[in-house]
Structures are given as C-alpha cells and as structure tokens.
C-alpha cells in the first residue's frame, strides 16, 4: 500500500468550557484518540451527530488550533512537529472550505481580488490570468463575474468563488466542512457536480464533513462515523451503508428513513435523547447510555476499532454481523 497522503493518529483535542447558566464546565474531550488514513485522490466522508466532533478534527488537523496530542502526518511530515511558521507548505497543500459562504468572501472585495488572495499572499505570478483560469473551472464566466462583489452573487456562486479561492495554490486536500449545507438541493448536487469534476481534473482528495448522511454516501469512498469525539466505524462507504455494523450507525442510517439503512431484518434501533456530554463522556463505550444492545462490559471498557470486514472497522464488543 502507498504512503497515505494523510494519515491521522491517536489525535485527542480538548477545549476548557467555563460553566454558565447552569450549565457545567469543566474540559471538553471534543477529539479522543482518533486515527484514519487518507489516500491520495480518495474521498472520505466524516458523519456524526452534531457537537460529535467532525469541524474540530477538521480544524486540528490544519493544526488550528494544534491538537493536545497525537501525529498528524501530511505529505509524509508530521504536522504536530513542525514550528508554525513552518507550515507555510502543508497551508497551501490543505486547503478548507466552509459551510456559509457568503460569511466566507471578505464583503468589500471584488471576486477578482478574493480569488487572487492565496496568489498574492504565496507570490505567484501572472495573477490575472491565474484568477481567470480558476474561474473557468469552477464554471464563472470570468467576464461576468471577476468584477461583482459577494452581494451581488447566489449563495452558490458565492461557494464556486470560495472553491476557486481554495484550489488556487494547487492544494492535494480539501476539506469541506459542511461545504453545501446551506445551499438548496438543486444547487447543492451542481457544487457536488463541481467538486467531482475537480478531482478528475486536479487529481484533489477531499475531507468531506456533513451532518447529511444521504450526501456523503453520494460523494466518498469512503465513510467515517464520528460519536461524542471518537471514531465508531470506518470503512467502503458502498459496504457502510449497506450494512452498518456499529450501533450507533444503524441508529443514525435509520433516521434517514429514505436511505434504506440495510438494517432490515435487525432490530431497529433509534436515537434516543440528546448525546451525552463531551465534559463527562460515558465511561467505557461512550454509546452505551443510549445503545439497546449495551452489556455489562459496555460500561466500563472502552471497544478498540477492529477490522472485521476488508478495510472496514468498528468499535464495538457486540457489533452487528455486517455483510
Ligand atoms: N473552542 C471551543 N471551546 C470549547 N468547546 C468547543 C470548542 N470548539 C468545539 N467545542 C466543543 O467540542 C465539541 C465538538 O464540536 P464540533 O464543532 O467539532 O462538532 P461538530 O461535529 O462539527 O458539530 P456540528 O455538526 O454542529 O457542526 C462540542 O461539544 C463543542 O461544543
Ligand atoms: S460496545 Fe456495547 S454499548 Fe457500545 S455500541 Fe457496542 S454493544 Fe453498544
Ligand atoms: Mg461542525
């Protein structure tokens, strides 16, 4: 196997929450000991509920801000090692694009200028024809468009500026958190169009993070199910889908009614209740308090992620038999 382009290990990230109004503080574990692997020209997809982590792994993983511990090695170099200023390469090889994108684009500037932005700030040259380039590969006729301010685009236009901004240092990783959420279905599955046709183009691999599970299916190749900071499964997205092993993702495929979960013939399992705390996670398998099929040993030690299928691994002591 070749070297992964990324290759995340052992990660933990933590914030400190102040408590207010009635609501406890105390340390966030908002990324516990997570680990995958990225190849070159893949796209896996991120899914969990909301707060389960996706945007902090995003963001760790650009080292903003560095995580409390574990390798992030990208391109080969571990990124939790290298000094600040020495991340101007990886910076322009990983590049992030993000959920609103009008509050992305500086409202002043000319579309013209915000795509140019990277160019001036790592001093390539040729500027102008550059800008005109990636217009054109996102499907903005130059013309029409270098000149119009943020205002006066649609939210989808305003995502293509965000991606030409994003592709112009020729990055090999995008991550797209939430990158078409807010945009409306029509428009989302043009941007989806774009970005396949940018990694056939510029051989791009992407992170794609969505709380949407229907989407990412469309898009990766593969699927990571994130659950109050750690990863529960990972795998084929084709295989994932079909046949969810861990709990918790046959819970979450079957709030989707209309993705057809695979877990016919299971028992079903739904999502009750708010997901615990990240200041006092569960002890043992955080999904415990909420799983229908949790054991005595569920509560007090914490399932590893195995691989029981090729390139398809779970966290949990009695995962669901798969394929
Ligand atoms: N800077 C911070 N300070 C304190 N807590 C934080 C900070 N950033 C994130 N968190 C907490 O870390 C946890 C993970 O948050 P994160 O934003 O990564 O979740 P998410 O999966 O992206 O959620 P969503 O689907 O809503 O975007 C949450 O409990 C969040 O409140
Ligand atoms: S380890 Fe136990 S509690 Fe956790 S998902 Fe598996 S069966 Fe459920
Ligand atoms: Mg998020």
Known sequence: MTTPLLSVRNVVQEFTARGRGGVKGGVVHALSDVSFDLQAGETLGIVGETGSGKSTLARSI?????????????????????????????????????????????????????????????????RDARVRELLDLVGLNPDTFASRRPHE???????????????????ALVVCDEAVSSLDVLIQAQVLNLFEQLRRELGLSYLFIS??????????????????????????AEGLYRAPMHPYTVA?????????????????????????????????????????????????????????????????HFPMPGE
Not at 94 to 119: H, K
Not at 212 to 221: E, F, G, N, R, Y
């Open 62 to 126: 650009l080292q903003a801000p560095r995580p409390k511990s574990g390798e992030v090695y990208f391109q080969g170099q571990d990124l939790m090692r290298r000094r600040s200023r020495d991340l101007t390469e990886a910076r322009r090889q990983l590049q992030m694009v993000f959920q609103d994108p009008f509050a992305s684009l500086n409202p002043r500037w000319r579309v013209s200028e915000i795509v140019a932005e990277p160019l001036v700030g790592y001093r390539v040259g040729n």
């Open 153 to 171: 685009l649609s939210g989808g236009q305003c995502q293509r500026v965000a991606i030409a901004r994003a592709i112009a240092l020729d990055p």
């Open 211 to 236: 709380h949407d599970l229907a989407l990412v299916k469309q898009v990766s190749d593969r699927v990571a199910v994130m659950h109050l900071g750690q990863l529960c499964e990972i795998g084929p």
């Open 252 to 316: 979450l495929l079957a709030s989707i009614p209309k993705l057809d979960p695979g877990a016919r013939g299971k028992k079903p399992v739904t999502l009750e209740g708010e997901p615990p705390s990240p200041i006092s996670p569960p002890s043992g398998c955080r999904f415990h308090t909420r799983c229908p099929f949790a054991q005595d040993r569920c509560a007090t030690e914490a399932p590893v992620l195995r691989e029981l299928a090729p390139g398809h691994s779970v966290a949990c």
